[in-house]
């Protein structure tokens, strides 16, 4: 286990009919700028138990933040909020909407450009304060103070994360799962199995209490997916899911951990060149970086294979691969297409990601081993 | 799962080196409290760690917080802070002097006799800032808001709960524990599988995620007990011990659980009135809320032995005794004495145990079942 600091200031509001405590969480003399996406809120009722919780409020509202937020549409945001005094930030929606929050709510401070946070010139120092309404459970967003932000024009897409972008306190209510589509929920499924992944998935280093918990997120996960997935879920499920993704990035099974994180950042190429959904980028991506990189992800292979799986004959090598093969199979489980040939992408993707990967000097994964080199033999073994 | 609300503020700085930490953590104007123990952290190095550390800082030191901290003894440092303009408590030690730190935090703020926050007759308001450097683990105290007090003069011993008296931060050096006797090792280890038992073993409430991480906690202190005490941990034990014991109560695996905490109450009062150490008194008192309660814990006691112990065979009810058996076992394995007679008590203090339960209008566990009535039986049958 490595040394380790950990603290997470936000307030996590859970639980059926909890919209209704947002006034209880703002002072009313407050000026609120509310985040949302395309209007799907405004179907599945979290709109209007929003604005009832918020009656009395001043309350501005700004749509159309998009699945992977992009910095032109969030600096719209940012302008309104230099301009209009605004005390708080509140994200109504999934994880693009609160990233793209915490990226306004950074700007919003900041005399340069924002952009500055996404491309290492500039580190945040302080942000507006910002709280959450969750409507679709993946990121983790709301309750860690990372973003992914995007730029169309220039086809990148970032992360930055800092203490002063954790929501003050999120508000998840279960029920607001109801009318997701089954491609969200998948989506969700996997970003919160590899985001679990990314900080369990490197060798054993001694982080026992958190394996086990990492380990629990994914037999939940394994669990609860074939009734999210046929559409047939209860109350109970879409809690246990919801609470399952929140605690899957928010910081509380990564204590002591030495993390990876190389399938997300391969798998945000593919994203940012292609438009593919970032779970979908995921689920073709890690079965990649598991096999290139194997040797020395041997340990925590096998003791993932066996908790979690089952799998206890054979060679390690053997059960690593069953290990790996019964992910893959879960990911197509859930309606994933696992491979880059599924979504015809082919080499000349490859060697773009490759090129780029070496401009920028990335190395990436546990103790930078994912060379740009290694990133084409992850790619190639993924076609 | 129930609806709930979460929330922990304290900064956890883990690892070997970290009390080197302080003075990055601790402002260089602030007049502080030293508060300790009995003087073991002058054996270990603590000490010396801390003073180093907080060199050039203006530091009053206060001695002699005892296992299970006595009013009268804490009031004589709530009295320091009220006439020395105390800004900050630093409590170096165990969970005792955690807790009484907690409890001189707050009643330095608060007007009338703050024993009335045990005995329920006011609630905390306000406390001054306080963090801790822990030297034992066991209590969870360097991470939530609790605090156990005890008031010899009366033979009671009651707890509060505040949002106010989180810890700031608290340092954790596994480094700490290398001297710690065995039966201070053993009692921790109890208390925290006690925790865990508190928050876990009630009833399936569809608390999947939350049962997987105590039933990981369980299995870590299972796996980690015998070299613990043996003697020869290496520092990887004892740091996963030490994140073990701050993970079982600090509120993560507690998330939309229905708790019990009826060991707890009843044990407090063989502590009270025998001075017998607090996880004595749960090693011993659990069997017995186990067995008595067992109808109404059956499915979480199948689920625990299948899951912890990996006992599949027999009826519900084998299975359920059989996961008590090897509980029993495990405490005993530790060092633990389990029956009331081992300790020489008997049919007075369980009629007195009774007696005030019945004046208190107690009634414990999950849903209040534990009438003063069961109580009884509780206690006859780890007699």
Chains 1, 2 share one sequence.
């Not at 490595?2 to 996590?12: D, G, I, S, V």
């Not at 990314?198 to 026992?208: A, R, V, W």
């Amino acid at each position: 286990m490595n040394n380790f600091e950990f603290q997470n200031p936000t307030k996590l509001i859970f639980g059926e009919g909890t919209i209704a405590k947002l006034a209880k969480n703002i002072d009313k003399n407050k000026k609120i700028l509310m985040t949302c996406g395309g209007g799907s809120i405004k179907k599945n009722g979290v709109y209007d138990q929003v604005k009832e919780a918020l009656a009395g409020y001043d309350v501005t509202e700004f749509w159309g933040i998009e699945a992977n937020p992009d910095y032109a549409t969030l600096m719209k945001a940012v302008e309104i909020c230099k301009t209009q005094n605004i005390d708080l930030l509140l994200a109504v929606g999934g994880g693009s909407v609160i990233d793209g929050t915490k990226f306004i709510a950074a700007g919003s401070l900041y005399e340069g450009d924002p952009w500055d946070f996404l491309s290492g010139a500039a580190t945040i120092q302080k942000a507006l304060p910002l709280a959450a309404v969750l409507t679709l459970p993946a990121t983790g967003s709301e309750m860690n103070g990372n973003a992914v932000i995007s730029r169309r024009e220039t086809g990148e897409k970032l992360a930055f994360g800092s203490k002063a972008t954790y929501p003050q306190f999120s508000i998840l209510d279960p029920n607001a799962l109801r009318s997701l589509p089954q491609r969200q929920i998948a989506n969700g499924i996997v970003d919160t199995y590899i985001h679990t992944f990314e900080q369990y998935m490197t060798f054993d280093n001694k982080t026992m209490v958190m394996d086990r918990w990492a380990e629990g997120l994914l037999q939940t996960l394994i669990t609860l997916a074939p009734s999210l997935i046929a559409g047939n879920a209860d109350y109970q499920t879409y809690a246990n899911y919801m609470l399952t993704a929140t605690m899957g990035l928010n910081g509380f099974v990564a204590m002591g951990c030495v993390e990876d994180w190389s399938t997300h950042s391969i798998g945000h190429e593919l994203t940012a060149m292609h438009g593919l959904d970032h779970g979908v980028t995921l689920a073709i991506v890690w079965p990649g970086v598991a096999r290139v990189m194997k040797e020395y992800k041997m340990d925590k292979l096998v003791q993932y294979g066996e908790r979690v799986w089952g799998i206890t004959e054979g060679t390690n090598e053997e059960r690593a691969e069953k290990a790996i093969q019964a992910t893959e199979e879960f990911f197509k489980s859930v309606g994933m297409k696992i491979k880059l040939s599924d979504h015809n992408i082919g080499q000349e993707t490859i060697q773009r990601i490759v090129q780029r990967f070496k401009e920028r000097g990335w190395t990436l994964g546990e103790f930078g081993r994912v060379t740009p080199e290694k990133t084409e033999e992850i790619l190639n073994a993924v076609l």
